[in-house]
């Protein structure tokens, strides 16, 4: 059937059906994309798709997409920010995106009675996609809305060989178990090689056995069967009845040839879809939804326990009624602008709560019938951070979102929200707020971390000066051992989780990370701390750490406010990270960080590289401070100015960098 006819053979218009093109890099995705896109323009009358870019990684895009990833998430801004690599920053910008992929569907489904048609592109790095969490998120809310097929693009030229044959048939078969829905298989470039070959291997198992026999012999040199042999032949007739339940096209995306047929398989699929993927679909939504509700429920009523938070206090918790999406829908039909994406820039619905201001304040109750009037400062993954301006100062909200978890609370908000009920100070937490599915921390609003600050002094000529290092350096020190003194690690010090208030003073934020400490050889996780401001011990794999993996981040900030805002170790990865390391302090022994050699990842083949001079590095520092900067980034974890004991304050707070310091 002609896709043109598609919307007219019915009285009632059909569904659009949304096609995820799934690919590996250089099988000629993006230009079957463009391929069907063309062809869909070129009937008579037009029938053009709504197109949806995933990937965010991608320079140029041969066709135009309606939604596109990058005009929400900036990929480059989001590796700097993280210090992630490139497949890491694809996945968590794809990450960031599923947090707003509701309303994509809004978009999306607005458009149902003017498309036939919807098509994903997703990224060429495959596994990202089809693996990954967000992957699953957004195939599966769109599948639960719309008709779906997965088409799964194949290099036609790069698959002649049985063994290259085999693995595209391996992962074919692998999304279709992930995905479950129907699923086309499109031999591309078939303009250089048919695909008959392919067809014909996938229903004569004997062609394949012939084939794979012609390529690489049945036996080895003793007239014995071959591993691989053996293997293949395993696995080809594993993949048999696979097969069978299987569509296949051959298309050439540069000439055009084939495109008709594949959108007949198509439509076959939509039956496909409709007869046997829906019910089933429909039935592990339902299931699924209950158990969610359930564990949230669970989780918040057992947070809210242990945090003694009175709900009476926010009389709104208990309440029914819950916010309507729709009677927030923005009529404007430009879907191409930022703010209709992203969601730190929607209309914020209202609620009537009470934010009680703690500390050593007197308590101020700021009775709010609406929250419509709060500016978005930030707005990063599940959490957000508004400003309210109330009786002449500004409190921030940090939100966060508890719809989007699969499993209740977020461990870091449970962990984060625990901590800072018990440190008692005018620098952390003020107050917790619970209202429907939203938790609120209540925090002094400072408008700019230590990042931003250094980085608006460089571009006004103004660099920041030594005393004002002198000054933030005592000051996180001093947040520190606070910190440290009630058995908490940080383990997130980096200039972008540090605030300045308008007085210049440093206060530390964002306990997402940390973690109470209560034995100093506990085993605790590798991945902490972010990359550049991340200890060595922790790097070489070490899970029995203390205090110490957060002075040698207040180390890296001190050199780097120094140093004007440039980072003293900027690593790109973690092996990176520890030669940069390496290549100013030295490769450690034994003689100066005894047990070393003992670390999970430490490898005798390390580059061996001497100590360089701090001072080469950090010009800008007196002799004191060059002397503070290696006590901070000693090696040795039992001398690295640490801990909650006299040596602490007498090596840090005393010592002779902070003399004639006043705070």
């Not at 890491?88 to 003017?114: C, H, M, P, S, Y």
């Not at 040199?221 to 051959?250: C, I």
């Not at 900067?629 to 304050?649: E, N, Q």
Request: with cysteine; net charge negative; charged share 25%.
């Amino acid at each position: 059937m002609d896709p043109s006819t598609s919307s007219l053979t019915t009285a009632e218009k059909k569904k659009p059906i949304v096609i995820i093109t799934i690919g590996m890099a250089g099988a000629g995705k993006s230009t079957f994309v463009q391929r069907i896109n063309s062809y869909l323009h070129s009937l008579d009358p037009p029938s053009p798709p709504y197109i949806l870019n995933l990937d965010p990684a991608v320079t140029r895009l041969p066709f135009e997409a309606n939604i596109d990833i990058r005009d929400t998430v900036n990929y480059h801004e989001v590796m700097k920010q993280y210090n992630l690599g490139p497949n890491g920053g694809i996945l968590t910008a794809l990450n960031l995106f599923t947090t707003k992929f509701d309303q994509v569907l809004n978009l999306v489904e607005k458009r149902a009675e003017t498309v036939d048609y919807v098509i994903l592109d997703t990224p060429g790095q495959i596994e990202i996609f089809t693996w990954s969490a967000s992957g699953a998120i957004i195939t599966d809310a769109i599948a639960s809305s719309l008709p779906t097929v997965v088409a799964y693009i194949i290099d036609t030229p790069r698959t002649t060989a049985p063994a290259t044959f085999m693995s595209n048939m391996l992962y074919a078969c692998s999304i279709l178990y992930k995905t479950k829905l129907p699923f086309i298989l499109v031999f591309n470039k078939t303009d250089v090689q048919a695909h008959d070959f392919a067809v014909n291997w996938m229903h004569d198992f004997e062609a394949f056995q012939e084939a794979l026999a012609s390529h690489s012999g049945t036996t080895d040199d003793e007239g014995e069967p071959t591993y691989m042999n053996s293997l293949m032949n395993s696995m080809s007739l594993v993949l048999d009845e696979f097969y069978k339940h299987l569509t296949a096209v051959g298309v050439s995306s540069m000439t055009g040839a084939g495109v008709k047929e594949f959108f007949d398989a198509v439509e076959k699929s939509r039956v496909e879809y409709e007869s046997e993927y829906l019910p089933e679909l429909e039935r592990a939504r339902a299931a699924r939804e209950r158990s969610l509700q359930a564990v949230k429920e669970d989780s918040m009523n057992r947070l809210m326990h242990d945090l003694s938070v009175d709900r009476t206090k926010n009389p709104d918790a208990a309440l029914n009624d819950r916010w309507d999406p729709e009677e927030q829908e923005d009529d404007d039909d430009d879907d191409a602008e930022v703010n209709v994406i992203d969601r730190s820039e929607e209309p914020w619905p209202g609620h009537s709560m009470i934010i009680r201001l703690l500390g050593n304040k007197d308590i101020v109750e700021i009775a709010t019938a609406d929250l419509a009037c709060a500016s978005i400062v930030s707005g990063v993954g599940v959490e957000k951070l508004f400003k309210i301006e109330k009786v002449g100062e500004g409190v921030a909200l940090k939100e966060i979102r508890l719809e989007a978890e699969d499993e209740g609370v977020p461990s870091t908000a449970i962990r984060e929200v625990s901590l800072l009920k018990e440190l008692k100070d005018d620098n952390v937490a003020l107050d917790i707020v619970h209202v429907d599915q939203k938790l609120y921390l209540v925090f002094e609003f400072l408008d700019v971390d230590l990042k931003r600050y250094m980085e608006n002094g460089n571009k006004m000529g103004n660099p920041i000066s030594r005393d004002i290092v002198k000054k933030f350096t005592h000051q996180l020190t001093s947040g520190l051992l606070y910190c440290h003194s009630h058995r908490i690690l940080h383990r997130d010090l980096k200039p972008q989780n540090l605030l300045i208030d308008k007085h210049n003073n440093l206060k530390l934020a964002d306990f997402g990370l940390a973690r109470a400490f209560g034995i100093p050889m506990r085993t605790y996780t590798h991945e902490v701390v972010t990359l550049w401001y991340r200890a060595p011990e922790v790097l070489l794999g070490s899970r029995h750490y203390s205090t110490a993996i957060d002075m040698w981040s207040v180390g890296c900030i001190f050199a780097e406010m120094c140093m004007r805002g440039h980072p003293l170790f900027p690593g790109d990865s973690e092996i990176d990270q520890i030669f940069k390391i390496f290549r100013i302090l030295g490769t450690p022994n034994e003689d100066v960080w005894p047990g070393v050699r003992q670390l999970p990842d430490y490898k005798q083949s390390f580059p061996n590289w001497s100590a360089q001079d701090l001072n080469d590095h950090v010009p800008t520092l007196d002799p004191e401070g060059i002397d503070l900067l290696k006590l901070m980034l000693t090696y040795d974890t039992a001398k690295r100015v640490s801990g909650t004991s006299d040596v602490f304050a007498k090596r840090t707070l005393i010592h002779p960098y902070f003399a004639g310091f006043k705070p």
